[in-house]
């Protein structure tokens, strides 16, 4: 498998939806052709963090290596690829977000998935989907889909 693109380099896999501006993904590097996946770009911000393994991501005209516990922010539009690192396969989940959805975010969640992991992973995307930063009290998205989070007990 490989990324789809455009002529652009846009990939066209859809991040969401309008009304739901939220894309969480599964993603294992062994899965893309040659262990890696193409140089790409979306309007969409994207965390990766790493379950297991090491991954080697490219952003920015900068390399990284991301280990176990280690998440990294894609900016909106910026390009961007990944590989694995001497064969060594990764699984790590891809979030993306809409813009809006990030707005007066801070970059106490890097600190918060280093700390706690998967878990604590999972913990901090519900208290973003509970709270406002997706949409507004009183918009069509958050009566139905976002106010039921904040007062629904979940297990993470």
């Known amino acids: 498998m490989q990324i789809r693109m455009d002529k652009e380099n846009r990939e066209l896999k859809a991040h969401g939806s309008y009304e739901f501006p939220v894309n969480i993904s599964y993603e294992q590097l062994s899965r893309y052709e040659r262990g890696s996946f193409s140089w790409h770009w979306h309007p969409e911000?994207?965390?990766?963090?790493?379950?297991?393994?090491?991954i080697g991501y490219q952003v920015n005209g900068k390399s990284y290596v991301l280990k176990e516990?280690?998440?990294i922010f894609c900016n909106t539009n910026a390009l961007h690829s990944g590989h694995m690192i001497d064969g060594m396969?990764?699984?790590?989940?891809?979030t993306t977000f809409a813009p809006r959805f990030l707005y007066g975010f801070s970059n106490s969640v890097i600190q918060t998935l280093r700390r706690t992991g998967?878990?604590?992973y999972a913990a901090r995307l519900h208290r973003l989907f509970a709270g406002d930063r997706l949409a507004e009290p009183g918009t069509c998205l958050?009566?139905?889909?976002?106010r039921p989070l904040a007062f629904?007990?979940?297990r993470v």
């Open 69 to 71: 516990g280690d998440g």
């Open 45 to 54: 911000i994207e965390l990766t963090f790493v379950l297991s393994g090491q």
């Open 152 to 154: 629904t007990a979940v």
């Open 89 to 94: 396969d990764c699984v790590y989940i891809s």
């Open 142 to 146: 958050y009566a139905p889909h976002l």
């Open 118 to 120: 998967a878990d604590g």
